[in-house]
């Protein structure tokens, strides 16, 4: 098939591995990939790069608050083993130079990159790596840990250090993503070991670590710029990394640019008016912008518009609750003809349109169609067609017996159900409305009802909700996101029936469907094979079995847009929250 | 007096703890829970959810919640813990509190200035071309909402190329150290949100001191004033507006409440880093000791707010005793 072209991660890791042994260097800067694909040449240092924040960070410690403005700052300043190559999304040496993995896949091998320091001057070890895995990122009582990435049914994978710049990771079973998770950040051991149970601290104590209140001085990290300064509600400054260890293509030290601002603006009209004043030199705008700048663009502002297909986002998707309430509704939504029969009705093209005004593009089914492990499932969302979604709803026999225009379900009353969507979001509320009259016009009803959106999820995973729109971040690796696709996962929350009775327990294996039991299966699998052939064969078909089975009716994924002040070069389109996603070292002024 | 002083603020406490025990079981009431909006993110584990639940004490009953957070103020004038940010709510209040009254009394002040000058010009020259343009004026300042003039005057800015549109300094200028370039830079953002916020008030503001004059006008001592021969000027100021502004010192006192609170739509399209949007985020993430706390605290500055104007009032009006 296709899977002998996928380029083998742990081919990729295993040439690197060898080439760096043999030539064992000392301090070894990593000199930056050529990027001419994306527009990206050589810049020139100094200056400065003004982004914006939606709010003040809840903290500096990244592990101890899960928020966006936390995230994007503390990107800044941190770095993990791993990073993306920011053009192919394939994995690159970080902190590591290289690694290697034992032939069953338990045992990773990390070769650190020597002469790194921390902002503060003191040398990075292996023993900053192990103490952040051990005492950081496997604390559950860490707010924005991530235990459960290395917790193994069970059993919890072990960090030692070989010697100063050699660290083993040792993993009960085999991990197929494994690498992926190396690019979260490590943080330094003489700085936060206070914090923590080895430094005599009681676990939930990291929470409390790198407050906005604390020492900024004490805030040391690998990154490419040292935070400076910070003022509530109003801005925070970084200052460039002195120590940084990546250089462009003639060795010029990167981070080109000498500071790093990120101003906290709230709300799209307050930052449109910070970047059309000159302020702010990027920003990320919405589809609901897009016009608006376009026009100015067009009217010889000095900024460019640019659009991008990225790999992160969320890809909004109807869902069906299979185990609703009202057993009669619950029949209707398990039924594959059903979601099949809505699938049709579902105006892709007009959403875009209106909803995105064209930023964004028909959905994939789990993976993001710029992704690795894409597969086109184009030819299986089937073109909008109300007629034959009556059809469909008619040879199952739910038919407009009283005419009152809408269809009944057998004698038990009208095809009818209620949609949660978030009130407060410029994307599901007009998307809601096309649906509504869309799925009216087959004779299907759709009550509206706006809830929060940060409440979308929680209400979805209880019982009492019929269906919802709701979307789910794409990941580079299918694994990453497995407690959402795989049935009886904890976000499974359209069929919850094969979820675990207890937390922690078995899934409900009896409650799956045949192909839910295949797409199980695929998902353990996938997990702990290390061949990233065979990993991408079996996400393939899982990929075909969602898109033909459709647990829920992804809608579409909205394309990304920003505007980027002409005095800035080197601009690449990212979240700005991804680790391992970091172009902003290469954004120069020209 | 002084009794009236003392009972009024002893009765405070009483009020400020009712205050807090309904805040806090309203705030219940809305739905989900703090830890919600985490739950998508893959890194929170339900392990982890369970755990930060013990940690902030959710896992306790309410009334136990709530009792905890009674003695934490009591017996170590501790006001809760953040959620969000892992922080005293002290704290994250006072970093935005400088601020928020800076603007409010600013928008306060400038909306007296304006307001009872013009109030007292169109009573006296009652539907004249003055009191019809002023009339205007405010209904129209009364109609557009203060976000909307915001935005229209950020285009306007931006039309002309200014660069002031929002926040309350320059980039350059905002961790910088205080300097007068720096204050000039301040002024120079600071006169926006203080029209946009106090033109609402200049509004119902001149009206009611119209109404008012116009009231005191047609009094007897009003005309006995002018038929003893005094100037016009003396009947004005002297006779009729120090008894038609009695009403407005009340007002006063409670817009006092405002100082704490501000104005949520206008901070937040004007970017100002004052207490409305903080609450407003507060109340969407369920940060609920942060919640209760800022609503406490606007409490009791409206309840010194009217204690104030009527201290104010009887020194003002000697014919207003308290005993």
Do not use: C
């Amino acid at each position: 098939m296709r899977t002998h072209k996928a380029f083998s991660v742990m081919t990729v890791s295993l040439v690197v591995a060898t080439g760096i042994l043999a030539s064992t260097s000392l301090a070894a800067p990593k000199t930056m990939p050529d990027y001419s694909k994306l527009g990206i040449g050589i810049g020139k240092p100094g200056g400065s790069y003004t982004l914006v924040l939606g709010d003040s960070p809840q903290s500096f410690m990244y592990y101890g608050a899960i928020d966006s403005n936390a995230q994007s700052v503390t990107g800044q300043m941190f770095d993990g083993l791993i990073e993306y190559n920011l053009a192919s999304y394939k994995i690159e040496p970080a902190l590591a130079e290289s690694w290697t993995a034992s032939s069953d896949g338990k045992v990773w091998t990390f070769k650190l990159r020597q002469g790194v320091k921390w902002q503060d001057g003191v040398d990075f070890t292996a023993d900053d790596v192990v103490f952040t895995f051990d005492q950081i990122i496997v604390n559950p009582e860490a707010k924005g840990g991530d235990n459960d990435a290395f917790n193994f049914n069970g059993v919890r994978a072990k960090f030692e250090a070989l010697d100063k710049y050699t660290v083993k990771f040792t993993l009960p079973v085999p991990n197929g993503a494994f690498l992926q998770k190396m690019r979260t950040f490590i943080l330094p051991k003489h700085k936060l070991e206070k914090f923590t149970e080895s430094g005599g601290a009681k676990k939930a104590d990291i929470n409390n670590a790198w407050g906005t209140n604390s020492n900024l001085d004490d805030i040391v990290g690998t990154g490419p710029f040292k935070i400076k300064s910070y003022v509530p509600g109003q801005k925070v400054t970084l200052v460039k990394n002195k120590y940084y260890w990546k250089e462009d293509a003639k060795g010029t030290q990167l981070p080109y640019t000498d500071t790093l601002e990120y101003l906290i603006v709230k709300g799209p009209d307050a930052q449109a008016a910070q970047f059309l004043n000159g302020t702010l030199d990027s920003y990320n705008i919405s589809g609901a912008q897009f016009p608006d700048f376009k026009t100015k663009e067009a009217a010889g502002a000095a900024f460019k518009v640019i659009r991008s297909n990225a790999l992160f986002g969320s890809p909004p998707h109807l869902g069906f609750n299979w185990n609703a309430k009202n057993a009669v509704l619950a029949r209707v939504f398990s039924d594959l003809r059903f979601r099949q029969a809505m699938q049709l009705a579902v105006n892709r093209s007009r959403i875009i349109d209106t909803v995105y005004n064209g930023l964004a593009t028909l959905p994939g089914h789990g993976v993001a169609p710029i992704s690795n492990y894409y597969f086109n499932t184009t030819k299986y969302l089937g073109e909008f067609d109300l007629k034959e979604a009556g059809a469909a709803l008619d040879a199952m026999g739910l038919k407009d017996t009283d005419g009152d225009g809408v269809r009944n379900i057998g004698g038990a009353g009208n095809l009818e159900f209620t949609l949660n969507y978030g009130e407060d979001s410029s994307v599901y509320k007009p998307m809601s409305t096309i649906l509504q009259n869309d799925f009216k016009a087959v004779g299907v009803k759709v009550n509206l009802k706006g809830i929060p959106s940060s409440t979308l999820l929680s209400t979805a995973r209880g019982q009492d909700w019929e269906a919802t729109l709701l979307a789910f971040g794409d990941q580079p690796d299918p694994d990453l996101r497995k407690p959402i696709w795989q049935p009886g996962g904890a976000l499974y929350y359209f069929h919850q029936a094969t979820q675990p009775a207890t937390p922690g327990g078995k899934e409900n294996f009896k409650a799956m469907t045949s192909w839910e039991k295949r797409v199980w299966t695929i998902f353990d699998k996938a997990s702990q094979t290390t061949d990233q052939g065979i990993r991408k064969a079996l996400y393939e078909e899982w990929q075909i079995l969602f898109a033909k089975n459709l647990p829920v009716i992804m809608i579409a994924k909205g394309a990304n847009a920003a505007v980027v002040s002409n005095k800035i070069g080197n601009f690449i389109w990212n979240l700005g929250v991804i680790p391992g996603y970091n172009p902003v070292p290469l954004v120069y002024n020209k | 007096m002084f009794n009236f002083i003392l009972k009024r603020t002893l009765v405070i406490f009483p009020t400020l703890l009712a205050v807090s025990f309904i805040a806090f079981f309203v705030i219940q009431l809305q739905p989900g829970s703090f830890l919600d909006s985490y739950l998508e993110d893959p890194r929170f584990s339900q392990e982890t959810v369970t755990r930060i639940q013990e940690q902030l004490g959710l896992d306790k009953p309410l009334i136990v919640q709530y009792g905890l957070w009674v003695w934490g103020i009591v017996t170590r004038g501790d006001f809760g813990q953040s959620f969000t940010a892992n922080r005293p709510v002290a704290g994250l209040i006072g970093e935005r509190m400088f601020w928020t009254v800076e603007i409010a009394a600013l928008a306060l002040i400038f909306s007296w200035l304006i307001a009872i000058p013009i109030g007292i010009l169109t009573a006296v020259r009652r539907n004249g071309v003055v009191d019809g343009l002023a009339s205007f004026l405010g209904y129209a300042g009364l109609a557009i909402p203060d976000f909307l003039l915001g935005l229209l005057l950020i285009a306007l800015i931006l039309s002309l190329n200014g660069k002031n549109v929002g926040g309350l300094f320059s980039n350059e200028y905002i961790d910088a150290p205080w300097s007068f370039s720096k204050l000039l830079d301040h002024l120079a953002h600071l006169w926006l949100p203080i029209i946009v916020i106090g033109v609402n008030h200049v509004a119902s503001l001149q009206r009611q001191m119209r109404a008012n004059m116009l009231d005191v006008l047609n009094q007897d001592y009003v005309r006995t004033a002018r038929s003893k021969g005094l100037q016009e000027r003396i009947v004005i100021y002297r006779h009729a507006v120090r008894n038609a502004i009695n009403p407005l010192i009340s007002i006063a006192g409670l817009s006092f409440a405002e100082l704490t609170s501000g104005s949520l739509i206008a901070a937040t399209v004007l970017g100002l880093p004052t207490i409305g949007p903080f609450l407003y985020d507060s109340i969407k993430a369920k940060d609920q000791y942060v919640v209760i706390t800022l609503l406490l605290l606007s409490s009791l500055v409206l309840m010194i707010g009217n204690l104030l104007a009527d201290v104010l009032l009887a020194i003002v009006d000697p014919r207003i005793r308290y005993e």
